[in-house]
């Protein structure tokens, strides 16, 4: 597709268990980034991706949060033990190239509720 | 670390007026973009508008236009003959200049608009 796709739209899951959101970004993309974004609130980063090398995870909120993109197209953000606080919507965005300031193309985001 | 905010959580406007949304930030760089991003009900964040921190002139792109201020750390977006469609909520975005690689978007929480028949 045209744009950057991410899936599943929607998640349920239940306190303790792992879950795993896809993203695939716009073909071509260098940078991929993921962000977090609580009800009514902006996204936050997470991480970012440049090719299949992760440059920066600083903003992964504990050890259970994993994300890989192993052939530096694919990106799998993987979330173990779940908790209610990691209810939130997860964006995946990506843009061309590596050089600084260029715009990021966002995903529809995957909803995901913790019970 | 950098900051962005935006005072006003809720905005509306009358269809074909104008109507400008705020947003200032903190930073001690001197070299940043500053991005305002729209995102509708159906939740797919969209770019609007771009601008260079080292750019005076003030960004444009069809009915929507910055007042750049980079002295009083302000960027606020001017929506021009308001659209049923602009109504969603907007969001004033900060990335630093890193070398050789991206930077990360910085948001603030945003501004709810909504636009009247």
């Known amino acids: 597709g045209a744009g950057v796709s991410q899936s599943p739209r929607y998640k349920v899951a239940k306190r303790g268990q792992d879950v795993a959101l896809r993203c695939d970004p716009i073909?071509?993309?260098?940078?991929l980034f993921w962000y977090q974004q609580a009800l009514g609130q902006g996204p936050e980063f997470l991480t970012y991706?440049?090719?299949?090398?992760?440059?920066?995870k600083s903003g992964l909120p504990s050890d259970r949060f994993f994300a890989e993109r192993p052939e530096g197209s694919v990106s799998t953000l993987k979330i173990q033990r779940t908790q209610q606080e990691d209810s939130a919507v997860y964006l995946c965005?990506?843009?061309?190239?590596?050089?600084?300031?260029?715009?990021?193309?966002f995903g529809d985001g995957t909803r995901l509720s913790i019970l | 670390a950098q900051t962005v905010t935006q005072s006003q959580p809720e905005m509306s406007v009358q269809e074909a007026e104008t109507v400008t949304l705020s947003c200032t930030y903190d930073?001690?760089?001197?070299?940043?973009?500053l991005f305002w991003y729209k995102q509708p009900p159906s939740r797919q964040m969209i770019l609007v508008i771009r601008?260079?921190?080292?750019?005076?002139q003030n960004a444009t792109e069809n009915r929507f236009s910055v007042n750049f201020q980079k002295a009083a750390k302000s960027f606020s977006l001017k929506i021009s003959d308001s659209q049923l469609g602009d109504t969603a909520m907007y969001f004033c975005?900060?990335?630093?200049?890193?070398?050789?690689?991206?930077?990360?978007?910085?948001f603030g929480k945003g501004t709810k608009l909504s636009v009247k028949p």
């Open positions: 965005a990506s843009s061309l190239g590596s050089g600084s300031g260029q715009p990021q193309h």
């Open positions: 073909s071509g993309h260098v940078s």
């Open positions: 991706f440049q090719n299949e090398a992760q440059l920066d």
């Open positions: 930073t001690s760089e001197n070299n940043y973009y």
């Open positions: 601008q260079e921190a080292y750019k005076q």
């Open positions: 975005a900060f990335m630093k200049r890193v070398g050789g690689s991206q930077g990360n978007l910085i």
